[in-house]
């Protein structure tokens, strides 16, 4: 087994989830034994952490779900290895793979989410409280990141609508802020970006409101890795992935756009609407195609369609603007 910093390590030596986990439990076990046999050792818990801390405990844990009407079928799904392993958590370092290494320490319990700004009464919910409040729907969605890779993930959620109406925003609410978790001292790889934290996205209330917007807890029928956003995200599938806010502390019902991470680090590459658009291109690259991560080669290019395959959902949201000059 190896022990050293993850950024060492590539990424074929990572445990896999299953694997480690019954590692873990093998360990306790064995430790357990020897402390009833009266020898002084550290704690199985902290045994295993000091071996393997990259994935949390959580990770595994089936959800229970239904299935949803709001589900996108008939293309292959991206694999279970594939969206775990190659992710944008920049809080965990800029290389897709480095947040599968290095968000291990997410604390994602207790977790718990506060709501401010133009509400009845501001409000802290429990995740637990959050994970009962409406049935868990499967929805598979297409997954477009701006950098023109794409994927198709089955996530676990229910519509962020319903947990905004647990909000009682007032009439003035016009948009919904959500502000990620920070703490330097587990995210050390935040550092290595000019970008202020907390990680910060927001969305029109109506965009918000509508109900493809997903409130997101799993993925593949499971509790979200750590990597993905644990213990709980947002996924807005008509816009490109960044607009994603994941391992959500705050939200926040404004009257006036919020700031938001990418686009005050390079306002003319990024908008605050980012809906996906094959006409409109990065100042820096073309958005017509994307690359479907996990397919052969030859088989990853494709056609980058107009809010991502969702118009007939949402295009009425953006009736009468111009979405060149609102990208
Ligand atoms: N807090 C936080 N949220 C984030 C990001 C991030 O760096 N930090 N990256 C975004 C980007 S660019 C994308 S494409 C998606 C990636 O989600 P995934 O790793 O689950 O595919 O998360 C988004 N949410
Ligand atoms: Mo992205």
Not at 116 to 137: M, S
Request: hydrophobic share 35%; charged share 20%; proline share 7%.
């Amino acid at each position: 087994m190896l022990i050293g910093k993850p950024s060492q390590f590539p990424s074929s030596s990572i445990t896999p989830q299953r694997q480690y986990l019954s590692r873990r439990r093998f360990l306790r076990g064995a430790v357990s034994g020897v402390t009833a046999a009266g020898a002084t050792v550290i704690g199985g818990d902290r045994l295993a952490q000091l071996f393997s801390p990259r994935t949390s405990v959580f990770a595994d844990s089936k959800l229970t779900t239904v299935p949803s009407p709001l589900t996108t079928t008939g293309e292959q799904l991206t694999s279970y290895q594939d969206v775990t392993t190659f992710n944008n958590y920049y809080e965990f370092g800029v290389q897709k793979c480095q947040p599968a290494q290095n968000a291990g320490g997410l604390p994602t319990r207790p977790w718990s989410v506060n709501v401010e700004g133009l509400v009845k009464q501001p409000k802290t919910f429990d995740i637990e409280a959050l994970l009962k409040l409406r049935p868990l729907e499967d929805r598979v969605y297409r997954h477009r990141c701006v950098e023109a890779w794409s994927m198709v993930i089955p996530w676990v959620g229910y519509s962020l609508s319903e947990f905004i109406k647990q909000c009682e925003p007032l009439s003035d609410a016009k948009y919904v802020q959500f502000l990620s978790y920070y703490d330097s001292s587990v995210e050390k790889w935040a550092s290595e970006s000019t970008i202020q934290w907390p990680y910060s996205e927001g969305l029109r209330m109506d965009e918000a409101m509508n109900p493809l917007t997903l409130l997101t807890f799993g993925v593949y029928g499971k509790i979200l890795p750590n990597q993905n956003g644990a213990p709980i995200r947002i996924v807005v599938p008509w816009k490109y992935g960044f607009k994603s806010a994941k391992s959500i502390v705050k939200v926040r019902f404004l009257d006036r756009m919020p700031p938001t991470t990418w686009n005050e680090q390079a306002p003319n590459e990024y908008g605050f609407y980012s809906n996906v658009n094959p006409d409109v291109d990065h100042p820096r690259w073309s958005q017509k195609t994307e690359r479907r991560i996990g397919l052969p080669f030859y088989a990853q290019r494709r056609t980058t369609l107009m809010f991502n395959g969702y118009g007939d959902e949402v295009a009425a949201l953006y009736k009468g603007m111009d979405l060149r000059k609102d990208f």
